[in-house]
């Protein structure tokens, strides 16, 4: 059994924000793959289903970003399972719009969501989908930048990435996740 885990922020009006790309992907890949409807549980939305034949817990965080841990405590100790089972899919300034990378621990790189996760399960050990939405010119725009809806000219984009990570859950199921990012890559190449 694996944990994803999607991060964001749940208020309604931020639904389309750089920040929610974790609650978009987890959306299309349960749409996709015919999950269960979601429900609230362990302070968050959860859903189950089956991804390349390996039963997959979603959840959504409903804490808001910054409070993220406390849902995905909750659920890691109730399921009993370890740090390498949890997948966090999240948004990333490092990367430019339309890349996805897959990468297991390391630091939090100043995302807030992913540092209340460490602090509250006591360990970075995971994997992560790092979602690009880009950086603002600007240290000083990033809270404004990341709580920006996603630009209509990005949009398309997006929507393509979202498809190609739904499409290509599988392989993370099987931890390939070099394959995982070829599959993402070339399903959007002509996307931009």
């Known amino acids: ?5 999607g991060l964001g922020n749940p208020e309604p009006g931020m639904a389309r924000q750089r920040h929610n790309a974790g609650f978009m992907a987890l959306d299309a890949i349960a749409h996709r793959h015919g999950f269960s409807p979601w429900r609230q549980r362990f302070k968050g939305l959860l859903a ?4 390349g034949g390996v039963k997959v817990i979603a959840l959504k965080p409903q804490t808001y970003m ?11 100790a109730f399921y009993k399972l ?4 949890i997948t966090v899919f999240h948004d990333e300034m490092d990367l430019v719009p339309g890349k996805v990378r897959v990468k297991r621990g390391g630091g939090a790189a100043g995302h807030n969501g992913l540092r209340s996760i460490d602090r ?15 950086h603002p010119e ?3 725009r ?5 709580l920006g809806d996603i630009p209509k000219a990005d949009q398309p984009l997006m929507s393509a990435v979202l498809e ?8 993370l199921t099987e931890n390939r996740a070099e394959d995982f990012m070829t599959r993402v890559a070339l399903l959007t190449q002509n996307a931009a």
Do not use: C, F, K
């Open 1 to 5: 059994m694996l944990l994803w885990v």
């Open 48 to 51: 189950e289903g089956t991804v």
């Open 66 to 76: 910054n409070d993220s841990g406390e849902a995905v405590q909750a659920a890691l």
């Open 82 to 85: 370890e740090h390498g089972a």
């Open 120 to 134: 509250l399960t006591g360990s970075p050990d995971y994997w992560r989908v790092r979602i690009g939405v880009g």
């Open 138 to 140: 600007s240290r000083v």
């Open 142 to 146: 990033v809270v404004g930048y990341v």
């Open 164 to 171: 190609a990570i739904a499409d290509s859950a599988p392989l």
